[in-house]
Structures are given as C-alpha cells and as structure tokens.
C-alpha cells in the first residue's frame, strides 16, 4: 500500500513537471509558427520560463472579490486539478502494484464531473462573463461527451475490454487508428473540443467574454485552472495512444517509442491552435450533433457487426 502511493505521488508530480515543458514547448511552438523566437532569457533557452511564471503567480497576492461566493470560488480550481490529476491513476508502468481493469469506465465518470469546476468557477465569481464562459464550457463538454462515449465504445467493442491495457496490448497486427482512420480523425477534433482549446476555446473568447469562466481569477487559483488543463491535454495525448497506436507488449508504456507517439498527439494541439482561427459556437455545436453523432453511431454499429459476425 506504501509503495503503491508513493508512486502514484511520483507520478503526479512528474504530471506537474511534464505541464511545466508542454506550456514551454507551446510558447516555442507557437511562437516559430508565427516567426519569431519566444521565451529564450530565463535559463538556457528559456527552459526555466514556466518555473519563473509558476513561481510569479503563487507569490502573488490573492484576489479579494467582495460579490463572490467564497467557499466555491477556493474549491473551484483545486477541483479542477484533482480530478485532472486522478485520470492519471490509470497510468500504468513496471513500478505500478496495480491498475484499473475498468479503466474506461473510470475516465468517462471522472472526465463527466470537469464540467462541474467549470460551472462552480463561473457561477461563484458573480460575473456575467464568466458566467457566460462556464455556460458556453459546460454545453460544449456535454455536447461532445456523447461523441467521445460512441468512440471510445466502438474501440472497446473492438478489444472486448474495458481495461485499458488489454485495449492496448490488443492492437497487435494493426494500429486502430489506421483500422479505423475516420473514427481516430474525429476523436482528435473530440478531444479538443473535450479540453477546450483552439478553436473551441469558447469558454475564453477574449474577444467577446473577455477572459471567460477564469476572469476574475489570479496568482494561485489561475495557476490551478492552468495546470488542470494542461494536464488534461497530456492525458488526453497518452489516453489517444493507449486507443489507437497500441502495439503487443505488456510493459511498452516505459518505452521511448510509446512517449515519443504521444508528445507527436501532444504537439498536434499546439498545431492546431497556431494553424486555425475560433469557429462560431453555432457551427461547433453543429459539427457534434449533425455530423459527428450520426456518423460515430454507424461505425459504431458497423464494428458491432463485424464483431458479431467474427464471433459467429
């Protein structure tokens, strides 16, 4: 048992760690695809930048908002990085004593409770702006939530598993991702719809809310919603290569070649968000339920099927 949360406490301080890189990696990323140099002062070419922005906003002093319900307004944010940092329970290594044999399962319960930091964090502000971002987040969520289920279905279907290791160790002669090219297409636009980034970040339309659902936040609570969703988006990164770039080996997550797949998902983000404009949230909420839906339906079908017919 000691050892066992000994290195779940290793695993998430190197989650933290690995956030701190990725917001570096971001801002160099973002800043070459805009032609020009980004963070290259603090440290050897700027590695030390996260660290110093880190450090900066948990020495600053804390807002002192006299509308806001205050005991929501605190747990907000640590709810939020909690329930990031518990997904990452289902990380799984040679060091690990156990691991989820329902791991799926556990990911959809803890990724349906985000919205509520979301909502808690909007609401307890007493801002319309912030309002209207926890609004716009927690309808977006919910919307894609549904296509992501369908997804994820189809590939347990395909594994006859909810663990995530037998999902993983199933993909032997085959990437899913390659199996199924227009299922992984529409996971990827899911899951960044799911973290709320470009071009779905409309639950911080600066041009429109200002700063959305966080607006009244800063110092040490902002650096909590940065860090959850951050930690989202690496999870999400490694939970896409767990699904569709599985290979059969039973302790492949500690190789080189399993981080290197998933820092490639990762860096797709930052791609993503340097490469294209905000959508219109009508034509977002549009693309899940008039597009992704009914297509995610007929392959999920299609794969029960097959399936059926295999097993026949």
């Not at 912030?130 to 969520?141: F, H, I, Y």
Request: charged fraction near 10%.
């Amino acid at each position: 048992m000691f050892l066992s949360f000994s290195w779940m406490v290793i695993t998430y301080v190197s989650v933290l760690l690995a956030v701190a890189f990725f917001i570096l990696l971001e801002r160099k990323g973002l800043s070459y695809i805009q032609a020009r140099k980004g963070p290259n002062k603090v440290g050897y070419f700027g590695l030390v930048q996260s660290f110093a922005d880190a450090l900066k906003l948990f020495l600053k002093e804390e807002n002192n908002i006299q509308n806001s319900n205050k005991v929501p307004y605190f747990l907000a944010p640590v709810l939020s990085l909690i329930l990031s940092l518990s997904v990452w329970s289902l990380y799984w290594s040679s060091f690990h004593l156990w691991y989820f044999n329902m791991g799926v399962l556990f990911f959809l319960c803890v990724s349906a409770l985000n919205v509520y930091g979301t909502m808690m964090a909007g609401w307890s502000s007493n801002s319309k702006y912030s309002l209207l971002g926890s609004l716009r987040a927690v309808a977006q969520t919910i919307s894609y939530e549904v296509t992501l289920f369908l997804i994820l279905l189809s590939a347990i279907t395909i594994s006859a598993s909810f663990s995530l290791l037998s999902i993983f160790n199933h993909q032997l002669f085959i990437w899913t991702a390659l199996l199924m090219m227009p299922m992984f297409m529409m996971w990827l636009v899911v899951c960044i719809a799911e973290t709320n980034r470009a071009p779905f970040d409309f639950a911080e339309g600066e041009s429109e809310l200002v700063s959305g659902f966080n607006i009244e936040y800063g110092s040490g609570a902002f650096a909590l919603l940065f860090l959850a969703e951050y930690a989202s988006i690496l999870f999400m990164s490694m939970l896409t290569t767990v699904l569709f770039f599985g290979t059969k080996n039973l302790w492949m997550l500690d190789n080189f070649s399993f981080w290197l797949k998933a820092s490639c998902v990762a860096f797709f983000f930052i791609w993503v968000r340097g490469s294209f404009p905000r959508m219109r949230y009508d034509l977002l909420m549009k693309l899940t339920w008039l597009s992704f839906l009914p297509i995610s339906l007929m392959i999920l079908s299609t794969v029960l099927a097959t399936k059926f017919m295999f097993n026949l």
